[in-house]
């Protein structure tokens, strides 16, 4: 507890950090197209500058104002800024629509930081318990969960179990080119010395995820599909009265919880959560006739449940380094380029920086409030930021993101090419996330491989003898599994 | 969907099967660990999957009507992304010769007017106001030694 003590006073002397990635989370998450992923990247050139638990406080800050920011189109506009925020489309809407969109917004600034605070407590207290229970792995209980987050990537794919798996074995595919780490004898680079030191982490990333991006946009606006944003709502009164208050902290409370459990398991993410809070806030409604026409429980539960679910997917991201979503994935990438090694040795070796991001973590709850409820007035002009500008910066903040790491333009046209595969990826609905899962867990997964196999001079069994190791195999299974099931019922519907 | 899976399952396929050649030349044992096992896990699972993918193109693309297939940019769009990727690559290759801030004003201008500005004072402002700041940021706060040319 004491940790956590000095963990606040450390936030507080960086609170500038904390607040520069919550305020740049609300706007890449209010302007359609950008995502907390996108901010992430965005941000790498800096934060690969600062010390890692300044840069890791400002990613979290960064992630959950990303996740409120979604909240503001969505009810402003009717687009939902990240998919996150769809669930509130619904009755954030039709509340707008009515002449309300302040008090629309200022619910789900209220629900948002309630989630985020839940969830953040959930952070705090179960995040060293299974750090400690993660300390006892030993490399064929690490390949097994490196087998089991691998699985994953065919979870988060957008289209199909097939090509959510292809992406993943293709982002391991590129992890494998340049040497051999266990026999440091060159592989795959089919005689071009640039391919020894393999693909960089950051090019490939500011590709995939950001410059694909731009494409797409481009491609949207030259086709007509985007152009200005459309007439914003009245704003109206900010906040709700004590009655109206009175009768959502059950539904917030209920959705926040609801959030934070989904957010820990791997795979599942913003949208969903809010989905399904949106639809036990109807289910338990007095008057579920009114939602989707403007009710404020409509509005709570789907922004309290996905910002519930950022402190929940932080979980198995910082105590075994296993991803759970696409922000997370992005975020684990950008957490290996500031020399941040996510597992329980994170807790054991640098508990400070571990204090650090859970007090940055819980104090970007209370950031989200201020900025949120200040910024309500003025997010219609956010929304109104001009894309002819906007875009262009974002692909040259992206190439000079590229060269900065290590003063390469070889990287600048890996990024561009990277952007190029992404675009087309995304477009026919591979995953990019998937992809990045692959390139940062295939070498972790083949390390551990090749150490369990020393350790018991080549015999394979080794993998299946722990218990451990064999409860990951049966959740890779039903990982895919429930991909495959959920797949099969939304080719069916 | 189906004519396009069918075509990425042919080059996935293809791609694997010249990293499984290449995979067969590297020794067999070597300390008790074959250097072959991981790559050939992720080929040959990478050859099935491309394999499948093909297969259900396959099957997709007798069900779908000609037409049907979500299509790759043309026209006016597809040489707007092809120019824009292509100015981001021409920067990379340019960046050097000419200096970061020659390069840099060309290419935030030349997006900007992909992205449907017209006004030639608000492209002139925007980028060389952009391209000052990036460079004070980068060169100096974070000290990165940006490409300087003859010329800068």
Not at chain 1, 1 to 17: D, K, N, P, R, S
Not at chain 1, 33 to 45: D, K, N, R
Not at chain 2, 51 to 67: D, P, T, Y
């Amino acid at each position: 507890m004491a940790g956590l003590f000095e963990g606040f006073a450390y936030v507080l002397a960086h609170l500038h950090f904390l607040a520069i990635g919550v305020v740049g989370g609300i706007l890449v998450g209010v302007i359609p197209g950008l995502s907390g992923s996108t901010g992430i990247i965005l941000m790498l050139p800096f934060l690969v500058y600062m010390d890692p638990s300044s840069a890791l406080i400002m990613m979290s800050g960064l992630f959950c104002g990303s996740m409120y920011g979604g909240s503001i189109s969505a009810i402003l506009i009717s687009t939902p800024g990240t998919p996150s925020a769809a669930a509130t489309v619904l009755d954030g809407y039709p509340l707008a629509k009515k002449g309300y969109a302040g008090k629309a917004l200022g619910v789900a600034t209220i629900a948002s930081t309630a989630g985020g605070i839940i969830s953040a407590l959930c952070l705090i207290f179960l995040a060293p318990q299974l750090a400690r229970i993660a300390l006892k792995f030993g490399p064929a209980e690490y390949f097994a969960l490196m087998i089991f987050g691998l699985t994953i990537m065919a979870s988060v794919s957008a289209s199909s179990i097939t090509k959510g798996l292809i992406s993943g074995f293709f982002g391991i595919l590129l992890s494998l080119v340049g040497i051999d780490p266990t026999l440091g004898t060159e592989r795959f680079t089919f005689g071009t010395i640039r391919l020894l030191t393999g693909f960089s982490m950051m090019p490939v990333l500011i590709g995939v995820f950001a410059l694909s991006e731009v494409l797409l946009q481009l491609e949207l606006y030259s086709d007509g599909k985007i152009s200005r944003i459309p007439h914003t709502e009245k704003i109206g009164s900010i906040l709700p009265t004590k009655k109206e208050l009175r009768g959502l902290w059950k539904v917030i409370l209920g959705s926040s919880i609801l959030g934070t459990i989904i957010g820990i398991i791997p795979a599942t993410g913003g949208a969903i959560a809010s989905f399904m809070a949106y639809n036990e806030a109807r289910r338990f409604s007095k008057e579920p006739e009114t939602f989707g026409t403007g009710n404020l429980a409509g509005i709570a539960a789907p922004e309290a449940a996905n910002n519930g679910t950022t402190g929940g997917a932080m979980v198995p991201l910082i105590t075994l380094g296993i991803p759970g979503d696409v922000v997370t994935a992005v975020m684990l990438g950008a957490l290996l380029l500031i020399g941040v090694q996510p597992g329980p040795l994170l807790f054991s070796q640098t508990p400070h920086i571990v204090n650090n991001l859970f007090a940055g973590f819980l104090a970007a709850q209370f950031l989200i409030l201020g900025f949120g409820l200040l910024s309500i007035r003025v997010s219609p002009l956010i929304l109104k930021a001009p894309l002819g500008i906007l875009f262009p910066l974002i692909l040259c903040l992206c190439l000079l993101g590229a060269f900065s790491l290590g003063n390469s333009v070889y990287d600048v046209a890996l990024a561009m090419a990277f952007g190029v595969l992404g675009y087309f990826m995304k477009k026919h609905g591979f995953s990019g996330a998937s992809l990045i899962l692959g390139l940062i867990l295939g070498p972790i997964a083949e390390r551990e491989l090749s150490r369990a196999l020393i350790l018991s001079h080549g015999d394979g069994t080794v993998l299946f003898r722990s218990p451990i190791a064999l409860g990951f195999y049966v959740l890779a299974a039903l990982s895919v599994g429930y991909s495959l099931m959920g797949y099969r019922k939304s080719k069916k519907a | 969907m189906g004519r396009i899976d069918i075509v990425y399952g042919v080059l996935l396929g293809a791609l694997s099967l010249l990293f499984f050649a290449e995979t067969l030349s590297f020794p067999r044992s070597s300390g008790g660990i074959n250097p072959r096992v991981f790559p050939l896990i992720v080929l040959v699972s990478l050859l099935g999957l491309s394999a499948g993918l093909a297969v259900q193109g396959l099957l997709r693309a007798r069900r779908e009507k000609a037409g049907s297939e979500p299509t790759l940019p043309r026209g006016k769009t597809a040489v707007k992304l092809v120019v824009l990727a292509g100015g981001g690559l021409a920067y990379a290759l340019l960046v050097e010769p000419l200096g970061f801030i020659l390069a840099t004003p060309i290419l935030i201008a030349l997006a900007m007017v992909l992205f449907g500005e017209r006004k030639p004072l608000r492209i002139a402002l925007v980028s060389l106001a952009a391209s000052a700041a990036l460079y004070f940021l980068f060169r100096g706060v974070f000290r990165v030694p940006l490409p300087r040319s003859f010329f800068w």
